[in-house]
């Protein structure tokens, strides 16, 4: 086939999650709130994580840099489809279109790494906890967050590889809110059935390699916590919990849309939120509501930064260590 003949796309229209001007203005204003909510958490922890001597573990390092995975996979693609839902023209440009396919790609490769680095943690500290120190000394946490972005970064570039030779002349319209890569390559206008195969083939690696990771250092964890004593599986339970929770809001749609998107559903931009909005603002919700120690920290960030008068303040510190 000879490319040269079709007349090129240079911009793609978003139809975005509606199309009903009511909803439009309430999504608006919901995901703007939820998009402030969930850098300020983020920021938050990320402040905390590295600011105060008491966060200074393994643990806590690795969830600063979930937090600034989260901030990523929540700005690339959110802040246009707020500005959208305003805008009667929503276009994106071709260079667009492809950054933000680069840019979903790298983070969440790199988060799915994130997570099972954060999963080996915990195996770890409760499967090996008199090796814990040697094992998660200063620089496996180095490398578990450096591996984690090169594995998003191979990631993206393969997937990015695979859909460069497509040519894209026809129709423009991406049903979703941003450059989806399943929907993009459904509008290329030469044969892409091998493409697809070949992105199914890669996120489905990935995905399903990392999740089978993460799910069975979950059930060797509980194993032996199980042999060990009830409260002991008490308490890891409610740990593990909160991660099991993360790990299916977002291993479950990615799971979904990449695995099997020769088949696109109009259900399949409702989970790409899960993704992009939801699974972000979860880590904040978790792990400042139940962790006690981050409680703390919290509460003195506070106080630093909002400085009330000193009364207050005094008040505030009290309240927060009577907790
Ligand atoms: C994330 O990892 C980098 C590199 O290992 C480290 O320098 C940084 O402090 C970490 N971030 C947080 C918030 O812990």
Redesign the pocket.
Known sequence: MDNTNYSVVSEFVLLGLSSSRELQIFYFVFFSMLYIVIILGNLLI?IA??SDSSLHSPM??????L??FDICQASFATPKMIVDFLSEHKTISFSGCIAQIFFIHLFTGGEMVILVSMAYDRYVAICKPLHYMTIMNQTT??AL??ISWAVGLVHTLSQLSFTVKLAFCGPNEVDSFFCDLPRVVKLACIDSYITEILIVVNSGILSLSTFSLLVSSYVIILVTVWFKSSAAMAKAFSTLAAHIMVVVLFFGPCIFIYVWPFTTYPVDKILAIFYTVFTPILNPIIYTLRNRDMKAVMGKIAAHYLRPPKVAEMSFVARISLY
């Open positions: 990320i994580v590295t806590y390092f690795l969830l600063g840099n937090s600034f946490c180095t967050v450096v």
